[in-house]
């Protein structure tokens, strides 16, 4: 029998549907432990701290990376983001699924950390698809959607580097893959 992935990286574009498909698995799946990140952007109406991120300073966030507290982290379209180390290392200890919903930059880190994970990829059903979701959340300004699509043209050219791609038809049928993947059901 294979040992079951106990670390999963779910990476893809921004705004091709990843927090989405997440939240929609955990509504039913909520064993799933979903790494919060650290992070210096500026909260979203009606996200809040310790619960979609930990929204700290660029002081803070030197710290963090100063002191290693991170798994990994990334500068991502003018922001910082980090996986903060510890909780992740315990809930593995601990044998729970663990899920880290990261950039392209920060899956290759994890690649090299921990070569056991298992490295997912969220793909668009088409890039006017992908444009029309970045566009259609309407949480950036102009100017930073075509930053992130920018890094979106970089991160989808570097699909082949994951173990698995899903595409986002449907968030209902990915959630079901990605459980199955995560050996959850
Ligand atoms: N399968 C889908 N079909 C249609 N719309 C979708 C689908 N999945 C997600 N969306 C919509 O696309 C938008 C972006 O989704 P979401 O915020 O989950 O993306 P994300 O990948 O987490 O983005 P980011 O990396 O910027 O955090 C949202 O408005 C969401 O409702
Ligand atoms: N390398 C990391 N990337 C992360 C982390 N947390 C989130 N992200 C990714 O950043 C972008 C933008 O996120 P947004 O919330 O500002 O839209 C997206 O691709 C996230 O997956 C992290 O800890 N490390």
New binding site residues.
Partial sequence: MSERPRLTVLSGP?GVG?STVVAHMRKEHPEVWLSV?A?T?KPRPGERHGVHYFFVTDDEMDKLIANGELL???E?AG?R???PRAAVLERLEAGEPVLL???L??ARQVRESMPEAQLLFLAPPSWEELVRRLTGRGTEPPEVIERRLEAAKIELAAEPEFDRTLVNTSVEDVARELLALMDVV
């Fill in positions: 921004s990843k990140s992070t952007r990994e982290w990334a991502f922001n983001y980090g996986t919903e990261i950039d930059q920060g």
